[in-house]
């Protein structure tokens, strides 16, 4: 059952709000993979009809962050270890491609903008782990812009869909959330120098780094859960 869903407000159609609520809550690691969502709960939760909790259901399912149960209501997309492995590998091939392409094709514009987003995340708090993950989403995103291949970043934005409900764990490490960052201000460097070996390098290095951190922090909170009476 959901605990912590953003309150829904009147800009947007009641769909709308419900599924940008559960989605929050799914990459805010509040609804944790493999939990269960039922239409009546949700719709009482947030006092709505479960004609627009289904249709939000609906959207998520099309994104890949939940599934359909045969017995009614959904639940949090839980991938395996190899499924997990198999869209990391993937990424990683891509954003490897992408930010070689991005050497040799980013603008002084494009740079700046990553240049705000990385200094917007050198300078938050231990405690602000969700913008953090938001500037880290961003950087990437503007790296795959930069590469001007407009089919890439569909891939890539399917394929990171389908880990966002894992996004939370993978920003729990301390060690890797200084690193992250630091590897983001040296692939600006390098961009500006248009160094596409030592990018493709880096890039590959800070993505099995960031596959590896995600599947200790999964095996983490199993073992939590299993000492939890």
Known sequence: MPRKLRAITQRQTLADQIYASLKQAIVDGDL???????????????????????????????????????????????????????????????????????SERITSSQIERLDEVCRRAEQLTESDREKLGELNRKFHQLVIEASGNQRLQILVGSLRSAMQPYRALTLQSQKFRAASVQDHRRMIELLQAADAEALGRLMTAHLETAQQVTLDGIMAQAQRLARTP
């Open 32 to 102: 944790r993979p493999g939990e269960r969502l039922k239409e009546a709960e949700v719709a009482l939760s947030l006092g709505a009809s479960r004609t627009p909790v289904r249709e939000a259901f609906s959207r998520l399912e099309h994104e890949g962050l939940v599934r359909s149960l045969r017995s009614g209501g959904s639940t949090v997309v839980e991938l395996s270890e190899t499924e997990m492995r198999e869209i990391f590998g993937l990424i990683q091939v891509l954003e490897t491609y992408a930010v070689r392409l991005a």
